[in-house]
């Protein structure tokens, strides 16, 4: 059965690879992003700030109005503004939180009431291993993330006899546009996986994939790890 799947941050990198495969599935798969671009095959793509509530809110009545109940939402979309805490502005701090931690319960809010409805959902996160290892420089996106599972896990609690599942998924070091900035770190940072190389988009993909499928449908509130290794029992 064709399912209807939303998929925020879809234009590039975990998002994109994400949309792909459910397109793949033959899945109506709708993107969100800041630009409005999303891979080839997207039932629609709409251009939406996840930080804002309201524009949020529309986007999702709008795909609910043209395509049912969402079944299954991964609220993927993140970003990050790295820095020393002594010296991370405000600015910084506030941009992270409210995309990557105000964006995810947004996303999800937006959501519930049809899946609470249809008395079936899944519902995954894009949390990180950051703020289970720890990284300098990230305290402001090691925060969001870890905001990200005491948000889960009370929703997991709200929502598990309505028979939906939320979970979170914690990427390790993947290649994309938002690691890439990284230059030497990466080699430094690489040398610490114990599978010894970073992971690809399609890696995180199918731990998504599984997830939304039916052999998960008894997995909900955990944190899980696609990180080769690297933060091996968080
Ligand atoms: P990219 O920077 O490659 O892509 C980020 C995506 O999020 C883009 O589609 C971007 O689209 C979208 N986005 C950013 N801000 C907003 C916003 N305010 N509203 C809507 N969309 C937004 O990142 P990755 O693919 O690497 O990361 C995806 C997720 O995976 C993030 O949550 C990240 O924290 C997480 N993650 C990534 C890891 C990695 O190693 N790459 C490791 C651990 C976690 P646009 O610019 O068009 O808005």
Redo the contacts with the bound molecule.
Sequence with gaps: MTRHVLV????????AAIAEHFIALDDTVVG????G?APDGCAMSLA????SSESVTAAVKATIAANGPVDVLVA????TRDGLAMRMSDEQWRDVLS??LD?AFFSARAVLSSMIRARSGRIIF?G?VSPFYGVPGQANYAAAKAGMVGLARSLAREVASRAITVNVIA????D????SELGSTSDEMTALIPMGHVGTTGDVAGLVGFLASDCAAYITGQVIAVDGGLAMGL
């Design positions: 925020t941050g879809a234009s590039r990198g975990i998002g969100l992003s800041r630009s671009t939406v700030d996840v930080a993927n979309a993140g970003i995309t990557n964006g894009m990180s990427p390790g070091f993947i994309t546009e938002m690691t």
